[in-house]
């Protein structure tokens, strides 16, 4: 019973940081139409930025400079921001798909230095010695397990709050206005390019801060933890929940991520262990074909708030209508 | 520093580019960056080389062609792959992108490509498992041509095959009543329409062309390199790169892009250390887009 609580616990601390994730992204997509294929890039810079920043010193790579865990989490936001809003700026004039390609180069540069930068990530042996909120407690794995949750609950409101808040406000107004009529929005004189930015950065500040805590929560980082599959993973909780929607997006989260350590067990209970590796990857292409049945089927997920009409100049929906008549 | 890059760059460009012009194509005429073309490549690949495994099961050992590291197998192999990676996009093509282009919002295309394309690599890695394989395990001596470059026969008839493939993609597209009603499309829709251009049969050969070319682009990386699950997945940045450093649209340009990022790649391994290799493709992205986002043979957008 002890173990089942405590397992909950852990459960539900990691599918509420995605929830996290999922809320960023919901910001930059479902809020903003911003289509973001690199968000492992970011969620990794905010768990490196905190790595560093808090760590102890260690003479094998730079930094350690041992502070605070709250210094830790600001700083991977800062951080996360600055990279997302630089990577906004260069891209968000152009067409849509271009931002998809640039973040998707921007999460595979991520990987490489976190790989290769050795002096500033600890390359392949990632980092360690990360302090842990309630680190004392670790000897009782129920408390600790509990404490985390909570840690994480309090986090997770407060960033589903303001959220929610920014959506209702005039900047989140601004934002739909955007995401629905570009040239409406622009002709009453808003700047879609600065407000586009400004919700790309948030939206990453958001995914770095969630990398931060994932990373203070288990105490090790590696490259090998933001993947291309991570970005996958965090798309299909958004869909499923329903973009636009901040609720869906934590729902879609947590049961995502249910159904996915779910699979998980029972993968690892029906095949022999040499078999494992290959059952994973099966696992892989389940949760894809249900994300490609979803956009087919449901396209607004379970709490999805639109039929939404994004960015599309001319062409483009003559291109979307050709393909009705077409094949 | 060594000239061998030059040789090295050519290839790598070669691979890029005839991967690139199908996202180029996709691009211009369906109006998506197709996150799937580079899992194209890898199922191509596969393909060829179940391909080339039936034929060895049922000939015995063939001989290669003389200074070649492969025999007519793979020659047979390759056009089946072609053929069925062809076929394999046209699929995709029916029972998702269709669709979905039909309800008028392009990004979710591209988001669906993004899932198709990790349930296809993952299908990859279930059947074959993530272990490399090759086409054949040869080593070929390579042959020294002057100024201190070395390159193998394999290398030689790749590159002759980008060449000619090139070619007759551009013949296609510029002398033929196909071509000239994909270029009318890609430049005007709604006008090419109106004009009674077959949109479906622009549509089927854009799937058409991108795939085949894809499945060649892999089976060089087999025959050069290694076959992995992941290879084409790898290749995606240095591809879309490739399309828009040479602009969207333009065949020529996919081409070129490619060879100036297989250039750039092979001069930075030997300058800065073959870890940082994918990097390149992702700084001259931005270069372009920051300088000249309509690319090098690209025309602005109405």
């Not at chain 1, 003479?59 to 990577?87: C, D, E, K, Q, S």
């Not at chain 2, 003389?66 to 069925?84: C, E």
């Not at chain 2, 070129?256 to 250390?273: C, F, H, K, T």
Request: hydrophobic content about 55%; proline content about 4%; charged content about 10%.
């Amino acid at each position: 019973m002890i173990d089942l609580i405590g397992y909950g616990a852990f459960f539900l601390t990691t599918a509420l940081i995605f929830s996290l994730v999922t809320l960023g992204l919901n910001l930059q997509w479902g809020l903003t139409g911003l289509f973001n294929v690199g968000l492992a890039g970011f969620v990794a810079i905010g768990a490196y930025t905190s790595a560093l920043l808090t760590t102890p010193d260690d003479a094998a790579r730079l930094g350690g400079f041992g502070l605070p865990i709250l210094v830790g989490w600001l700083g991977a936001m800062v951080v996360g921001g600055i990279a997302a809003a630089l990577t906004g700026m260069a891209t968000l004039r152009l067409r849509s798909d271009y931002l998809a390609i640039t973040t998707f180069g921007v999460a595979v540069v991520v990987q490489l230095v976190a790989l290769n930068a050795q002096k500033l990530t600890g390359g392949p042996f990632g980092i360690g010695f990360i302090p842990r909120p309630f680190g004392g407690l670790a000897e009782t794995p129920l408390l600790f397990n509990l404490s985390n949750l909570a840690v994480i609950c309090v986090v997770t409101l407060i960033a589903y709050l303001s959220l929610e808040h920014l959506s209702r406000s005039p900047w989140g107004r601004v934002l739909k206005a955007l995401r629905e009529d570009e040239r409406a929005a622009i002709s009453l004189g808003k700047s879609a390019r600065f407000y586009r930015v400004q919700a790309f950065a948030v939206g990453g500040a958001i995914m770095a801060l969630a990398g931060a805590l994932q990373a203070h929560f288990t105490g090790f980082i590696a490259p090998d933890n933001y993947l291309p599959i991570l970005t996958f993973q965090v798309w299909v909780m958004l869909i499923v929940g329903g973009s636009g929607s901040n609720l869906g997006a934590v729902i879609g989260s947590v049961l995502v991520w249910g159904i996915w350590a779910g699979s998980g067990t029972l993968t690892s209970v029906l095949f022999a262990p040499e078999q494992q590796a290959r059952a994973a990857s099966l696992q892989i292409v389940a949760i894809g074909v249900m994300l490609c049945v979803i956009l087919l089927i449901r396209p607004n997920g379970l709490f999805g708030d639109r039929p939404r009409r994004p960015r599309l100049d001319k062409r483009a929906k003559a291109a979307a209508t050709k393909g009705s008549s077409g094949s | 520093m060594s000239l061998q890059f030059v040789v090295d760059g050519l290839l790598t460009g070669s691979m890029i580019g005839l991967g690139a012009i199908g996202v180029t194509l996709t691009y211009s005429i369906l109006r998506f960056s197709n996150f799937a073309h580079g899992d194209f490549m890898a199922w191509g690949t596969y393909a060829t080389l179940a391909v080339v495994s039936a034929i060895g099961a049922t000939f015995g050992k063939v001989a290669p062609i003389a200074p070649l590291s492969f025999g007519w197998p793979l020659l047979v192999a390759l056009v089946v792959g072609m053929a069925f990676t062809a076929l394999l996009a046209l699929l995709l093509d029916k029972v998702l992108f269709s669709r979905l282009r039909s309800q008028g919002q392009a990004i979710i295309v591209v988001m669906a490509s993004f899932g198709a394309s990790m349930a296809l690599r993952s299908l990859l890695e279930f059947t074959f498992t993530s272990r490399p394989t090759y086409f054949s395990r040869a080593i070929q001596i390579a042959m020294p041509v002057g100024f201190g470059i070395r390159i193998t026969p394999d290398q030689i008839a790749l590159l002759l095959l980008t060449a000619i493939l090139v070619l007759g993609v551009h013949l296609l597209m510029t002398r033929t009543q196909t071509g000239r009603s994909m270029q009318a499309l890609s430049q005007n829709p709604a006008l090419a329409r109106i004009v009674g251009i077959d949109v479906a049969s622009v549509v089927r050969v854009t799937w058409i062309i991108g795939g085949a070319l894809a499945c060649v682009a892999g089976v060089m990386i087999g025959i050069l390199v290694q076959i992995r699950p992941f290879m084409g997945f790898d290749m995606l940045l240095p591809m879309f790169a490739a399309a828009i450093l040479g602009g969207i649209g333009s065949i020529p340009g996919a081409v070129l892009g490619g060879l100036i990022i297989g250039l750039a790649e092979a001069g930075a391994v030997q300058l800065i250390g073959a870890e940082w290799r994918a990097a390149v493709s992702f700084i001259i992205l931005m270069a372009v887009l920051f300088v000249r986002p309509i690319g090098l043979f690209g025309v602005r957008e109405r």
